[in-house]
Each structure stands twice: as structure tokens, then as C-alpha cells.
């Protein structure tokens, strides 16, 4: 059963859903993209036209067969083209993978029941790419919460138009014990001259969870969040004022190490576990000035001698920041990448990375290091380049088991003694 069942109301929607506060957040989410992207829950394509109008390439999927048709028809107007699917999330199957993935317009809520919540997660993550983003998009609920108040109240008049009119109502109660939204719709349409021509009604129920909840329950289905907004300005996630919980996130990839066939031990489920655990603990995130001094110290922790210095990480942040990562845990910065693109090839460059040594061989180095490929690709890099030392083996195989190839050493690459393996991967 539908929590809401649009195909009532299909012709309706957008006459009384006129937002427009999200589409320049998903303008930038999606201007650097030049694969496909994904939309779910797209409705009648209220963010898809804009975004297909701006040259992104959208598959659309919604399972509203009323709603979706209001989409093709709009589509077919405009002479644009998209993928549409009439396909239930739960159940998603496109038979390949996104790098990036959008949930607008806080829709996941419409999954009520924490099974299909699992199900809709389950399915996401099979068509995200190991790097990609799936942008999910929720109600805060304190402050959702202050909309919501029984008794059946008008909230809009909207003209249409033939020249008649819809006046939206609406009734609702909040279950504190489930997070549950349920009550009712009422639609009603006056004709030209005003007098009552029609008037349909639809059950409604969402889900308000706590974000601790929602949080548990992503990461639970291998993700992690990547970043995290409160608006769609791109405000900080504050989770007392917020309106929204948006958040970016990435897949957690279980991280094994290689069998060798050779008669090796296998990983223990345990410490296979603790792993991903780890990972799912850390958020990495464009780095902020207020990061920098943190920085800073992982680099002379990890490089004493040879680090950079304060005022070349500073100009790092204002040249590159776009490639300027920090892996956070808690309040404490716990490593950090950088990256730079060349202008005008398609080489990036790893100028630096590093892990705080009591946190080494966690996995937040290789969680770091996919973000960052994440973000070369985002700006179109090729191909990444990057030094290491020769006798830096942890380092190497890092890179390694994330595609790096050596195609160079070099024995005075910075000076006397300080040869350095150059090692590269294709994007
Ligand atoms: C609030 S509307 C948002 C529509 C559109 N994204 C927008 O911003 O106007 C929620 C949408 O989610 C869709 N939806 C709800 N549950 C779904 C499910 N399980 N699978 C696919 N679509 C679903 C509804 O059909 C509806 O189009």
C-alpha cells in the first residue's frame, strides 16, 4: 500500500507544490557530473526539469504512474528527453550504477515502515558506484514538528489556469512513540466564479525519525555520511535549528584483505566488523580553515623535517580547497588529503596525504583516498599522479590496492637523497 497515494491528486500537484527553494542546491550538486544521474521519487519532475533543462543527464524514477505521466507530458512540451521508470524504490533495478544519486524533497520520509526503509537503502547502494554520492534529503524533526497541528486548517489557494481554483487543506497528528505523521489531504476546487466544483481527499502518512536514528539506520546499510547540510543554502547540519538533514553519503566498501590463495588465514568476522565500524564513524569533508592548524599537526606527526609548512598548507586551502579533504571523527581532524588539478590537462596530482599515527591502519587512509579520486573525477581529472618513498611500503600498498601503478622512479626527485616512486591511475 501507498503512505500516499498521488495518482488521486496527479493532476493537481503542481498547482500546489510551487517550491523552488532546493533546485539551485541540486544545480550545484549536479553541474560537475557528466555521467548519468540518478533522481528517485522525482514525481513529476518538479527538480528534473530544471536540471535536464541545465544539460544534466537525469534517469527519473518514481512509482506514480499519474505523476509520472504529468512529467513525459511536460518533458515532450519542452522537446527534452530523460529516463523515466514507473518503479518502486524498494525494488529498484536499472541494472547499473550512478555516480551520483538524488533523493529530493525529504521523500525517503514517505517509506514508513523500517523494512522498506532497508529495502529502498539496500537497493540505493547497488546502483551507487564505490566513490559515487547518493544525496539523501530528510525533514529536521524539531522543526518539522512545529508544522504539524490536528484539525482539519486551509493552508493555500492557488489559481489555475482555466481560472478556477484549488484550496488545499490539510489535518495531521504526530505519534511520538513511532515518529509517525498520519492524516489527510482535502482538495478543493472552486470553478471561475467561485463556487465549490469538486473535492477529493487522500490519507496521508510520513515518518519524522530522530537524525541519530536515520544515521544509525544509513550506516547500517553501508553508508557513511560524506558531508552533511542543514539547508539548502549549504548551511552546517545543526541539528537544534535546522530545517533539513541532508546529507551526502557514500558506500562503505568492506575492506578485506586480498586472499592469496596460498593458504592464508582468512579475516575473522569480528575484525572484519571493526572495520567498517571504524569507517562508518568518520566523516570526510571538504576541509575549513578552522581545519588547517589540524592539518598542520598530521603532517609534521607523519613528515617531521620534510612537512609542509603552515603558510603553504593556507595557500593549499585557498588555491585547491575544492581537493582539500579532512577525515573527522568526533571533533578531532584525523587525516587529510590534497589534491590539485593541472589547468587545462587532465592530470590531478596527490600533493599530500596523512593519517594520525594512532589511528593508522583503520582504514581512513583508503577512505580518504577514495574520496579524493571521488573528487578528481568530479572535476573531470583523467588521470592521478602522485609521489611516494621508495621505503614508504604502507604507503605503496595503499595506493596500490586502489589502482595506482608505479611508472617512474626517480633517485633525486626532491634533492639529494630523496628519491621518489612515481606512481599513477586512470580515472
Ligand atoms: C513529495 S513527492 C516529491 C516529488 C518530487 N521529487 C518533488 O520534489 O516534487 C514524493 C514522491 O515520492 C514518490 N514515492 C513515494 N514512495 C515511493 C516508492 N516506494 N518508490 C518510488 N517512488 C515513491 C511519490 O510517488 C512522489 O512522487
Known sequence: MKSIDYDAIADLYDTYVAVDIDLEFWRRRTAAISSEVLELMAGTGRVSLPLIRAGVRLVCVDYSAGLLEVLRRKLATEALTAEVHEMDVRALDLGRRFDLILLPFHAFSELV????????????RSHLTSGGRFILTLHNPVVRLRQIDDGLRERGRFPRADGSKLVFCSE?????????????????LLDADGAPAEEREIPVRFVLPPPDEARALVEAEGFRVAE???DYRDAPLDLGSSPFVIWS??????????SSNRGGRAPTGRAHADRLDLAAAV??????????????????ESFSGASFPAFFIRQAYDAFGELFLVAEEGAAVVAYGLGVAQSGRDDGWILGMAVARARRGQGIGAAILDELVAAFRRVEVARVLLTVSPGNVAARSLYEAHGFLQVDEEA??????????????DL
Open 113 to 124: 515502515e523500517a523494512a522498506d526503509q532497508r529495502a529502498a537503502l539496500r537497493a540505493i
Open 172 to 188: 495531521s497528528s504526530y505519534d511520538p512513540a513511532t515518529g509517525v505523521v498520519a492524516g489527510r489531504q482535502v482538495y478543493r
Open 228 to 230: 552533511a547540510w542543514g
Open 249 to 258: 553519503l557514500a558506500r562503505v566498501e568492506p575492506r578485506c584483505p586480498r
Open 283 to 300: 566523516i570526510i569533508r571538504r576541509a575549513t580553515r578552522a581545519d588547517l592548524r589540524a592539518v598542520a599537526r598530521l603532517e609534521e
Open 412 to 425: 633525486e626527485y626532491f634533492g639529494p637523497d630523496e628519491p621518489r616512486v612515481l606512481m599513477a591511475r
